[in-house]
Every structure is written in C-alpha cells, then in structure tokens.
C-alpha cells in the first residue's frame, strides 16, 4: 500500500498531477480541486498523503493535502454507491468543512447538488456518515472574534448535554454564519438546539 508520496511536481491540472519521485519514476495521482489549490507550482517540491485502488482492470493512486481530506474520501468511499471518483467529485465540490457541516446538519439539498449526487445517494451518504463525520477531527473556520465568549459558552451547555463538540462547533459556525455574532448565550443554543 503506498501511504504517501514525495518528489518534484512534473505536471500539474485541476484533475491529476504527475510526480518524479527520487527514483526517477513519475506517478501520475488524482487529486481533488481542494488539494489542487494547496499545491506550488511545477518544478517545485510536494508531498501528499495517497489512497491507492486496486480494481481487475485498473490501479490508481488519489492524493490529499492533509489527513482530514483522505479520512473523508476513505469515508465516502466506504457508503454504497460512491466510487473514489465520485468521491473526488465531491471533495472537489466541498471542502472538508463544507462537507462535515452539510452531513452534520442533515442538508440534503446541498449534497445532490453535486454533480453524478443523486437524492438517493445524499440520503444515504448522510446517514452513513452522521456518526463518523463528527469524529473526524476537522478544524473549523474560526467565527467572530468579538462574540467568541458566546459561542465558547453555548459550546460548553451542548457538549455538557452530550452532544459531539466538532458537531456542535459545525453547528455554531453555521448560526454565526447565517445570523451574524451578536446572538445571546441562550439563542445560540437554543437555534442550535433545533439543527443538533
């Protein structure tokens, strides 16, 4: 199994780059858009982490900047259905936390939005990873600094309460996303009260 790969980036495209590792043997690896926008430019150095698939008629290898976006694509690929390129559609449609918060809120709308995402598929893609997803440990973007006692206070009552704190931190960004900062303690957990 090859776990990672390091070399000189040959080739670069938003679907696949070529890699000439040390032993002078360019591999070609899939990637996904998030990863294309995380890479340098050809004739620099890279390292990614891979997954590679065994089928009887083909071997390919898919390279992920960091271990949040290869844990989700061996997710993805574990639900009935996705195959690894659809998997990379997805975590090319998605990021890691887009994709995280879509799963944690149950949004289906969002998920068949995605090309070859049928709303069979998304159904089945949510209750799959409902549970895994929030014990993948994703790091959230950061939302407002000025009302961050707030939400660090909702987030204590909600992981109190038993719920996943990556859930509830998803959940809170979203809120804070949609209805600004300046919500009190009891609000926040109360609209997150209703998405959890």
Same mark, same amino acid.
């Given at each position: 199994?090859?776990?990672?790969?390091?070399?000189?980036?040959v080739e670069k495209n938003p679907a696949y780059i070529v890699v000439d590792t040390a032993g002078g043997v360019g591999y070609l690896v899939h990637i996904s858009l998030n990863t294309y926008a995380k890479l340098p430019e050809p004739g620099g150095e890279v390292s990614l982490l891979t997954h590679f698939v065994v089928k009887e008629d083909a071997q390919t290898l898919y390279g992920f900047h960091d271990e949040t976006e290869r844990s989700l694509f061996r997710l993805l690929i574990s639900v009935n259905g996705i195959g690894p390129n659809t998997?990379?559609?997805i975590l090319s449609a998605l990021t890691p936390n887009e994709l995280a918060e879509a799963v944690a809120s149950e949004n289906v709308?969002?998920?068949?939005a995605i090309k070859g995402i049928g709303p *069979?598929? @998304?159904q089945r893609l949510i209750i799959d990873l409902n549970d895994k997803v929030g014990k993948l440990q994703i790091s959230t973007d950061k939302i407002s600094h000025s009302n961050n006692n707030n939400k660090n206070e909702a987030l204590?009552?909600?992981v109190s309460l038993g719920f996943g704190k990556n859930q509830v931190e998803i959940v809170l960004n979203k809120?804070?996303?949609e209805e600004g900062s300046e919500l009190s303690i009891?609000?926040?957990? *109360?609209? @997150?009260?209703?998405l959890l």
């Open positions: 199994m090859i776990t990672f790969i390091r070399g000189k980036l998997a990379v559609i709308s969002v998920i068949k *069979k598929t @998304a204590t009552a909600l809120i804070f996303k009891e609000d926040l957990i *109360k609209r @997150a009260l209703k």
